[in-house]
């Protein structure tokens, strides 16, 4: 494996660390996927195009409307994160709380997020089209496009946007981590994801919590997707449930509730799909999957999850 | 009988038979004004919509236009849209809604040749006539007899963007050539560009494939710069080809790049921006060419767009030009109020490929197989202006080579796909 795939591995892999952050988040608090995080995920990088003044294209309820104003690229990615984990609470009331009051099965809930996932991409195209759009390049502005390093085996060429990706993938994760096991809300977070009944009779406003956590979900969400769609711009709006499956493959690959797992499994992933020989290029989705396939074979708790011990 | 049970029944009978009687001649006035209706299968919405959008504005100029000159001797025609979105099954639900709900006498459309490998047998089925403005892919006009197009193949109009490059830099070597392996069109068009640069002594350093649906083209990209091409040619559609060109640039190809088809369009400008300056791409039109037609043409588009047309919209015209141009040589010759649909559907493909027509294309006529016969293709060159707009300027000008007996031959693969859906 060259240099130049390592890199081009991690920085694909950083794309998907970010967005499995998001479904980790979620997965360990309550133990349910939010299959509409891809839709969340989609939601912020259209929020940021919006709040940036951009116009829209020739199809939808909104064909060619435009923000009266237009907001700094990254007040505009903050905000559009926040908006996207509005949305994401919105989720949860909508598909997770009535079930979750009822004791009903948690794959009703997956189902039920998938639902909503689903209408909103669709209201997406209803609203904007399905035309792809991108940030004007103006918002890297001063920076090279691209860093080259003349190495021994040969010119290695790394995208700025890539080098951004990464480096923000790591700092949030960082971030996090020092928010779940060092600040109070981080640890009432572990105790509601460790057993809810005996974390609310200590005290923890559970529901509470869980709110936040969807907030936070969409929050990092939203950043991803902005982060991404400022990289190969916004293809359409079904865009996220690619990333949706392959964040599914990362939380498996890195372990189920693991937050470093995430970081690891995205990271993995992404350097497998880079080393993925040229002519092979097309099936690269297809290995992802397959290496989710072999580690629920080989281990399933994923490279750094724990095993699941059920206490008899 | 009873005088006034008889009086009552004449009464009955008269009213009835004047009754019959006013609406068969009523019936008889609305059929000369009800208007003869065309159908238009393109993509409307999602991604491949870049490219649909341009084809339905050529299309609606085309049905304002000929019906202001009168129509089909007098009688207007009506173009009927229906939404092919971007895949075969939206195409192929277009068809079948226009040709039993809507009885069209033809239909102009779908938008890629991807969607017309499974739409078109449905009219080939139902025996009716397709002008496909669009579908350049090998193939396309020998999915059946009713079905001909109006766009020059990948085979005939891609090499000129090759020639163009080299005229622009005759120290060209090394190519290196992307496509889109999910797409019949794309596979089409680099099948022709990889033997054009083999048969121009060029050498062919790579060919990298990619996926329409792809965003992220690292990889593809990063292991042929690693092989230093002068020259990237790209065959995809355009949120891909676009991305793909922007990404390219980004991590430092100074080369020469050629978008086949695909990115022929104004709206990849948004996905590649800047750095869309300087693609060559092979052309089938150009707006300056000065004749009759194409100068109607040209201020009919620009009244509205304010910019000049591109191939995609001349296209669509084109496709309605032929259908309205062969439905008056086919009233004047046998009458349409004597035919019924499905005859009328026959005979009104016989009169297509028997036609020669003066469109903004040029002057343009069919083979038996339905293959176009064009005499004159361009190569154009893409200028962004600092402030993000851009245009296409045209580059070179050349005459078509004399067409060889029969055309290209479907390929097996081709056929079972065509079988297989028409059985399907």
């Known amino acids: ?312 | 009988m009873r005088p006034r049970k008889l009086l009552l029944k004449s009464l009955v009978s008269a009213s009835l038979v004047s009754a019959i009687a006013l609406t068969g001649s009523m019936s008889l006035m609305a059929q000369d004004e009800e208007p003869i209706r065309i159908g238009i299968a393109l993509a409307q919405t999602s991604n491949v919509a870049l490219l649909g959008q341009e084809q339905v504005i050529g299309a609606e100029i085309a049905e304002d236009f000929f019906n202001e000159l009168g129509g089909v001797n007098g009688r207007p025609i009506e173009l009927v849209f229906q939404d092919t979105a971007g895949d075969e099954q939206g195409a192929i639900n277009a068809f079948q809604t226009l040709i039993n709900n809507d009885n069209v006498v033809g239909i102009v459309g779908p938008t890629l040749s991807q969607q017309a490998f499974a739409s078109d047998p449905l009219a080939e089925q139902a025996g009716v006539p397709v002008l496909a403005p669009s579908n350049t892919a090998r193939g396309i006009p020998e999915i059946g007899d009713y079905i001909a197009r109006v766009s020059a193949p990948v085979a005939v109009v891609a090499p000129n963007a090759v020639r163009a490059a080299l005229e622009q830099n005759p120290d060209i070597q090394n190519v290196a050539v992307f496509f889109a392996q999910n797409d019949a069109f794309s596979v089409s068009e680099t099948g022709t560009f990889q033997e054009t640069v083999t048969a121009m002594g060029l050498n062919l350093v790579t060919v990298q494939q990619f996926q329409t649906t792809d965003t992220d083209f690292t990889t593809q990209a990063t292991n042929a710069i690693a092989l230093e091409p002068d020259l990237v040619i790209i065959s995809g559609l355009a949120a891909d080809g676009g991305n793909l060109v922007r990404q390219l640039r980004e991590l430092g190809y100074e080369g020469a790049i050629i978008g086949g088809n695909g990115l022929n369009t104004a709206n990849i400008f948004p996905v590649c921006q800047a750095f869309c300056d300087g693609i060559m791409i092979a052309q089938a039109y150009s707006p300056l060419v000065d004749s009759e037609i194409n100068n109607a043409f040209r201020e009919a588009y620009t009244a509205l767009q304010e910019k000049n047309p591109p191939q995609f919209s001349a296209q669509a015209f084109a496709g309605v030009q032929v259908f309205v141009e062969a439905l008056i040589a086919l009233d004047n010759e046998v009458g349409l109020e004597t035919l019924e649909l499905a005859d009328l559907r026959t005979q009104l493909n016989a009169q297509i490929l028997a036609g020669e027509y003066d469109t903004p294309l040029g002057v343009i006529s069919f083979t038996s197989e339905g293959e176009i016969n064009q005499g004159t293709f361009y190569v154009a060159q893409i200028d962004m202006a600092e402030d993000g707009t851009g245009q296409f300027v045209l580059i070179g000008t050349y005459e078509a080579e004399p067409m060889a007996e029969g055309t290209p031959e479907a390929t097996p693969e081709m056929e079972a796909t065509a079988e297989a859906t028409a059985a399907s």
């Open chain 1, 1 to 312: 494996m060259s240099v130049q795939n390592l890199l081009n591995g991690l920085a694909m892999g950083g794309v998907y660390a970010i967005f499995a952050l998001g479904y980790t988040l979620v997965f360990s608090v309550l133990g349910v996927i939010n299959f509409a995080h891809g839709a969340i995920f989609t939601l912020g990088a259209y929020f940021t195009f919006t709040l940036i003044g951009s116009q829209f294209g020739f199809n939808g309820l909104f064909a060619r409307a435009q923000l009266p104003f237009a907001l700094p690229f990254a007040l505009a990615t903050v905000l559009g994160a926040v908006l996207a984990g509005l949305i994401g609470v919105l989720i949860e009331r909508l598909a997770f709380q009535p079930l979750r009051r009822r004791g009903a099965d948690p794959l009703l809930t997956l189902v039920s997020s998938l639902g909503v996932g689903i209408v909103i991409v669709n209201l997406i195209q209803y609203l904007v089209g399905a035309e792809a759009y991108s940030y004007p390049a103006a918002i890297l502005a001063g920076l090279p496009p691209s860093v080259r390093f003349d190495l021994p085996g040969g010119l290695v060429i790394v995208r700025t946007v890539q080098i951004l990706i990464f480096v923000v993938s790591m700092l949030i994760v960082a971030l996090m981590s020092y928010f779940i096991n060092y600040t109070k809300t981080g640890k009432a977070l572990r105790a509601v994801s460790e057993d809810p009944v005996t974390a609310s009779l200590l005290g923890i406003n559970t529901d509470r919590l869980i709110v936040f956590t969807f907030f936070l979900s969409g929050f990092l969400g939203g950043i991803a997707g902005t982060l991404i769609a400022m990289s190969v711009g916004i293809p359409n709006p079904y865009f996220g449930t690619t990333f949706g499956l392959k964040g599914l493959a990362v939380i498996v690959l890195g372990g189920m509730g693991s937050i470093p797992g995430a970081v690891v499994g995205g990271l993995t992933l992404g350097i497998v799909e880079a080393i993925v020989p040229p002519e092979l290029v097309a099936y690269k989705e297809a290995i992802a999957f397959a290496l989710l396939f072999v580690m629920l074979l080989v281990r399933p708790q994923g490279l750094l999850g724990r095993p699941l011990i059920q206490k008899v």
